[in-house]
């Protein structure tokens, strides 16, 4: 892929105009899926409750909209947090679950256009991201999965054996998500060969009047 610097606008809205409420999936849960996800998903939020909103992400280089990044919200004052969402979702089992719940609320709506989508690690061990009918096989453009920030990849040979098989089906890219914090560290980008790694705000923050810290970028982009 060409290299491009790219770089995120505020959301369009606080809520997807026009967005159907969520639906559990149609086809049942994967064979080895240890509880019943999508009953741990409900005891804590309802489907109805969960709505897309896109980030318009724009070149640097001609100032043009590149994609859309599809971020979820939800309406249950405790979950309005993504990451507390996905933190109650790990400790119920139902990651997986969540994630391919967000999917297919957001990607029909990003059609016609590129669009970045956030997969939080332990989905890649719960067997959903791999089925045939997930919405990004069905995208009618490229579909960017970014590892969610400041999570570790645990069992990282089954994760990234997960990751190459759903990117090699053609129009998946992987993304390392704010390289810089938390986990999302160079190893990530040995180990996973990203086809895009978005750098970290503390990264870029003054960057004008640090020599050094340019020098870092610099060397990051020319990866």
């Known amino acids: ?27 049942d849960p994967p064979p080895d899926e240890p ?31 590149y994609a859309y990044e599809a971020l979820v919200r939800c309406s249950v004052p405790e979950y309005r947090s993504p990451p507390v969402l996905f ?30 989508v956030n997969i939080h690690p332990r989905e890649l061990s719960e067997g959903w991201l791999i089925r045939p009918d997930d919405p990004v096989f069905g995208h009618d453009d490229d579909v960017f999965l970014e590892i969610t920030e400041s999570v570790p990849l645990s069992h990282s040979d089954q994760c990234r054996g997960v990751l190459k098989e759903v990117c090699t089906r053609g129009g998946v890219f992987l993304v390392v998500d704010d390289l810089g914090a938390g986990y999302s560290n160079l190893k990530h980008i040995v180990d996973l060969e990203p086809a895009i790694v978005k750098l970290d705000r503390a990264l870029i923050a003054g960057i004008d009047q640090n020599a050094r810290q340019c020098e870092l970028v610099s060397a990051v982009v020319e990866l």
């Open 1 to 27: 892929m060409t290299r491009k610097l790219i770089s995120s606008l505020p959301p369009l809205s606080n809520r997807l105009s026009g967005a159907p409420s969520a639906k559990p999936p149609t086809s």
């Open 35 to 65: 509880v019943d996800s999508l009953g741990a998903l409900q005891s804590f939020v309802d489907p109805s409750e969960l709505s897309v909103v896109f980030q318009p992400i724009v070149s640097f280089q001609d100032r043009e909209l």
């Open 87 to 116: 933190d109650r979702a790990v400790d119920t089992g139902c990651t997986g679950r969540l994630g391919r719940m967000i999917r297919e609320i957001g990607v029909p709506f990003g059609s016609g256009m590129p669009l970045f």
